[in-house]
């Protein structure tokens, strides 16, 4: 009798885990369906404004929404921290991140540059090992090296194609990548929501120190454009444009909540490769607004680096909880 009714309390519990997955991966998607959109207005607006200026408006709108994400998720009380340059440090990373990928943005098509910078998952794991003391097999080995191939095709080295600007999501992806191991660390103490209302601090706090010391300085007007992104002097924006400025805070928000909301219902193992699905979104948007059809370098290139992806994540998977658990690639984004 006894074991009868422990048979059917494990059936209830594994059906109810699978059901959050579910519901994991549903807010998950959307998460990554409506920060896409962020990508896409934040490249439509580097013709005319600068990244400094747009980031700092980020920033702002965010960091009231997050305020009261805190609220909900942790409570007030989680600010407090004896860990204020671990916080300080990771923002920076996280900074640096999203900065070099909107300059490689500006200058590449969104896809590639999101395909580039989804490289992150093999780099948590190559660091991994000095910073945390993991193991990676053979078999992780091999899809690191698999994922890396991909990014090197991408970028073509040696060929007449070569844009600079293709190592800028990987300089990106290497800052990123840094900043989840930190929060793997601090995620052991600390509050995701909370990570995430640093970040948007240091977004609006840099945007604004760079947009002060840009204007201070006299610069030629750039031609390429990822210099033309970064020079660029402040911009009155007109009601539209104000409006696509605000929406980016606001997504902002929205989809860390989206995401943090995924990865507590769900298995990270289950609903973290779900991610990947921002790659053929943003090859969408690429191919509808902007008209750029992928070669055969960059389907190559993509396929090695999602399948790589994929695989390293379902493998971290089968080793174990992590201290930091729902590490998904655009936490605290």
């Given at each position: 009798?006894?074991?009868?009714?422990?048979?059917?309390?494990?059936?209830?519990?594994?059906?109810?885990?699978?059901?959050?997955?579910?519901?994991?991966?549903?807010?998950?998607?959307?998460?990554?369906?409506?920060?896409?959109?962020?990508?896409?207005?934040?490249?439509?607006?580097?013709?005319?404004?600068?990244?400094?200026?747009?980031?700092?408006?980020?920033?702002?709108?965010?960091?009231?929404?997050?305020?009261?994400?805190?609220?909900?998720?942790?409570?007030?009380?989680?600010?407090?921290?004896?860990?204020?340059?671990?916080?300080?440090?990771?923002?920076?990373?996280?900074?640096?991140?999203?900065?070099?990928?909107?300059?490689?943005?500006?200058?590449?098509?969104?896809?590639?540059?999101?395909?580039?910078?989804?490289?992150?998952?093999?780099?948590?794991?190559?660091?991994?090992?000095?910073?945390?003391?993991?193991?990676?097999?053979?078999?992780?080995?091999?899809?690191?090296?698999?994922g890396l191939l991909g990014a090197v095709i991408m970028i073509r080295p040696g060929f007449a194609a070569l844009e600079?600007?293709?190592?800028?999501?990987?300089?990106?992806?290497?800052?990123?990548?840094?900043?989840?191991?930190?929060?793997?660390?601090?995620?052991?103490?600390?509050?995701?929501?909370?990570?995430?209302f640093y970040s948007a601090m240091a977004f609006m706090y840099f945007g604004a120190f760079m947009g002060v010391g840009f204007s201070l300085i006299d610069t030629d007007p750039a031609t390429h454009p990822t210099m033309a992104f970064l020079l660029r002097d402040w911009v009155m924006p007109n009601a539209i444009e104000l409006a696509m400025l605000a929406t980016i805070g606001v997504i902002s928000a929205m989809g860390f909540y989206l995401i943090t909301q995924a990865y507590r219902l769900g298995e990270a193992t289950v609903v973290a490769p779900f991610e990947y699905i921002y790659i053929p979104i943003a090859l969408i948007h690429t191919i509808v607004i902007w008209g750029d059809l992928p070669d055969v370098f960059t389907l190559v290139g993509v396929s090695l680096i999602l399948g790589s992806g994929i695989y390293v994540l379902r493998r971290e998977g089968g080793r174990g909880p992590k201290p930091f658990r729902g590490k998904g690639l655009y936490r605290g984004r």
């Amino acid at each position: 009798m006894a074991q009868a009714i422990n048979t059917a309390t494990t059936s209830i519990t594994a059906s109810s885990q699978a059901e959050n997955s579910r519901h994991g991966i549903f807010l998950l998607c959307g998460g990554m369906f409506i920060f896409s959109f962020q990508d896409v207005m934040i490249k439509l607006l580097s013709d005319t404004y600068p990244v400094h200026e747009i980031v700092f408006i980020r920033g702002l709108v965010a960091l009231p929404l997050l305020f009261v994400v805190v609220h909900f998720d942790s409570g007030f009380g989680s600010f407090k921290s004896n860990h204020v340059w671990q916080h300080a440090v990771r923002s920076i990373l996280m900074f640096g991140g999203y900065f070099f990928f909107y300059l490689a943005a500006a200058a590449i098509p969104l896809s590639t540059a999101i395909a580039l910078f989804f490289v992150s998952p093999l780099m948590i794991t190559v660091l991994s090992i000095p910073l945390l003391g993991e193991k990676v097999g053979i078999r992780r080995w091999i899809g690191i090296t698999v994922g890396l191939l991909g990014a090197v095709i991408m970028i073509r080295p040696g060929f007449a194609a070569l844009e600079p600007a293709m190592l800028l999501p990987l300089i990106a992806a290497l800052c990123y990548s840094i900043a989840m191991i930190m929060a793997r660390k601090m995620g052991a103490t600390g509050s995701a929501s909370v990570m995430a209302f640093y970040s948007a601090m240091a977004f609006m706090y840099f945007g604004a120190f760079m947009g002060v010391g840009f204007s201070l300085i006299d610069t030629d007007p750039a031609t390429h454009p990822t210099m033309a992104f970064l020079l660029r002097d402040w911009v009155m924006p007109n009601a539209i444009e104000l409006a696509m400025l605000a929406t980016i805070g606001v997504i902002s928000a929205m989809g860390f909540y989206l995401i943090t909301q995924a990865y507590r219902l769900g298995e990270a193992t289950v609903v973290a490769p779900f991610e990947y699905i921002y790659i053929p979104i943003a090859l969408i948007h690429t191919i509808v607004i902007w008209g750029d059809l992928p070669d055969v370098f960059t389907l190559v290139g993509v396929s090695l680096i999602l399948g790589s992806g994929i695989y390293v994540l379902r493998r971290e998977g089968g080793r174990g909880p992590k201290p930091f658990r729902g590490k998904g690639l655009y936490r605290g984004r």
